[in-house]
């Protein structure tokens, strides 16, 4: 049975930086492709960056490239989200996701086969 646990989340001035982590169990941590995606109050789930099983493929919102950086630690089973410069629009609850596959990491919600419970991300102006 996969299990993947966030944790890092917290509140943030705007500007400041918080690093996620996403402890992944029950899987092959190295076949999967990993994903970021986040969901505030009100709105849909929303892509936030990706990275195929050997890291060789990263992909970004608009919304974050240049401010967050994803990464992933196949020895350690983790996959991390690095945000810096973060922004008040950057609240929400944020939850990794894994696909078993070797290809691109997907950038679309219904292609994850298993998520997270979420963080909370809260960044006040």
């Known amino acids: 049975q996969v299990q993947l646990v966030e944790s890092g989340g917290g509140l943030v001035q705007a500007g400041g930086s918080l690093r996620l982590s996403c402890a992944a169990s029950g899987l092959f941590f190295s076949r999967y492709a990993m994903g970021w995606f986040r969901q505030a109050p009100g709105k849909e789930r929303d892509f936030v960056a990706a990275i195929n099983w050997s890291a060789s493929t990263i992909t970004y919102a608009d919304s974050v490239k240049g401010r967050f950086t994803i990464s992933r630690d196949n020895a350690k089973n983790t996959v991390y989200l690095q945000m810096n410069n973060m922004k008040p629009d950057d609240t929400a609850v944020y939850y990794c996701?894994?696909?078993?596959?070797?290809?691109?990491?997907?950038?679309?919600?219904?292609?994850?086969?298993?998520w997270g419970q979420g963080t909370q991300v809260t960044v006040s102006s």
């Open positions: 996701a894994a696909v078993l596959r070797y290809g691109s990491a997907p950038v679309v919600v219904d292609e994850y086969q298993s």
